[in-house]
C-alpha cells in the first residue's frame, strides 16, 4: 500500500518556519486549533514538531509573562521535548504505523527532506478498521455485526 494515500498535503496542514516568533506559533496554533504543528526550516525542510506542552513549558522555562513579550522570542528558543520522527514518501505501512503508534501524525518528507505533508494517525485508524472489517466479513459473514457495535 502506497502510503502517500493517506497524505494530507503541505497546502493543507499548518506549520512554522524557524524564523517565526512565539507569539505567531501561538496564534497559529490555536487559529488551527491543533496541538502540535511541523517546524520547517526557511527552505522548507522538516526539522521537528512542536506541541503546546513545549510551548507552556519553554514559557515557563523563559519566564515569558505575556503575548507582548513572546513577540520578541524565536521559536526556536523554545527547546522541544518529542521529537515526532518523519518518514519518507516511498515508505512502508510497516514504518508508518511504526511512527504513528507514538506519534499524533506522522510528517513525510521527499528524498531531500523537504516537508510534503502529513499522514494523520486517524487516517491510518479509519483504514486499519476498514481492513479489518473486510478481513472479518471474509472469514466469518455472521459476525460482520459485532465490529458495527
Same mark, same amino acid.
Given at each position: 500500500?502506497?502510503?502517500l ?8 496542514v499548518?506549520? +512554522? ?5 512565539? $507569539?505567531q506559533?501561538?496564534? %497559529?496554533?490555536? &487559529? ?6 511541523? #517546524?520547517l ?14 510551548l507552556?513549558?519553554?514559557m515557563k522555562?523563559l ?9 520578541? +522570542? ?5 527547546? $522541544?521535548?518529542?521529537?515526532? %520522527?518523519?518518514? &519518507?514518501a516511498?515508505?512502508d505501512?510497516?514504518? #508508518? ?6 506519534q ?6 521527499d ?39
Amino acid at each position: 500500500m502506497n502510503i502517500l494515500f493517506f497524505l494530507t498535503p503541505k497546502s493543507d496542514v499548518a506549520y +512554522i518556519f524557524e524564523n517565526e516568533t512565539l $507569539r505567531q506559533t501561538l496564534e %497559529k496554533m490555536e &487559529h488551527r486549533k491543533f496541538s502540535c504543528i511541523p #517546524l520547517l526550516s526557511l527552505d522548507g525542510k522538516y526539522k521537528g514538531s512542536i506541541s503546546e506542552g513545549d510551548l507552556l513549558w519553554g514559557m515557563k522555562a523563559l519566564n515569558v509573562p505575556g503575548l507582548k513579550e513572546a513577540e520578541s +522570542i524565536s521559536i526556536m528558543a523554545i527547546p $522541544r521535548r518529542a521529537t515526532y %520522527k518523519a518518514v &519518507h514518501a516511498d515508505s512502508d505501512m510497516e514504518d #508508518l504505523l511504526d511512527k504513528a503508534i507514538n506519534q499524533n501524525y506522522v510528517p513525510v518528507v521527499d528524498d531531500q527532506g523537504y516537508f510534503i505533508g502529513i499522514i494523520t494517525r486517524k487516517e491510518i485508524i479509519k483504514y486499519c478498521y476498514k481492513e479489518l472489517k473486510k478481513y472479518t466479513q471474509a472469514s466469518n459473514p455472521e459476525q460482520t455485526d459485532s465490529l458495527e457495535n
